[in-house]
């Protein structure tokens, strides 16, 4: 099950089965969040955000972002250019 730190923006694989925790991200290069199991389950999507400027001049910059769920290859931007502005991305009902 993936989740998202809050505080730090980075996101994390839990196994149900082992309790192993793992990091999938660990950088400052932008906030993840949201993060989502495709529906083959081959891969972990989820939302970049990355924040420019100070105080109350500032602007995001959002990208959909994936792994494949193997966690062995590098991860990907999938749509987003790093061109400001949102990116609205309808994401599958879960259910637990």
Request: glycine residues 14%; proline residues 2%.
């Given at each position: 099950m993936p989740f998202a730190d809050?505080?730090?923006?980075?996101?994390?694989?839990?196994?149900?089965?082992?309790?192993?925790?793992?990091?999938?991200?660990d950088d400052d290069d932008g906030h993840d969040?949201?993060?989502h199991f495709s529906g083959d389950g081959e891969w972990i999507y989820w939302?970049?955000?990355v924040y420019?400027?100070?105080?109350?001049?500032?602007?995001s910059t959002d990208s959909l972002v994936r792994i494949h769920s193997n966690l062995l290859d590098p991860f990907e931007t999938v749509i987003?250019?790093?061109v400001p502005?949102?990116?609205?991305?309808a994401w599958p009902q879960a259910s637990w």
């Open positions: 809050e505080y730090d923006g980075d996101l994390f694989l839990f196994d149900l089965d082992t309790a192993e925790l793992t990091r999938i991200t969040r949201w993060p939302r970049r955000s420019e400027g100070e105080g109350m001049e500032w602007e987003g250019d790093g502005g949102r990116i609205e991305v």
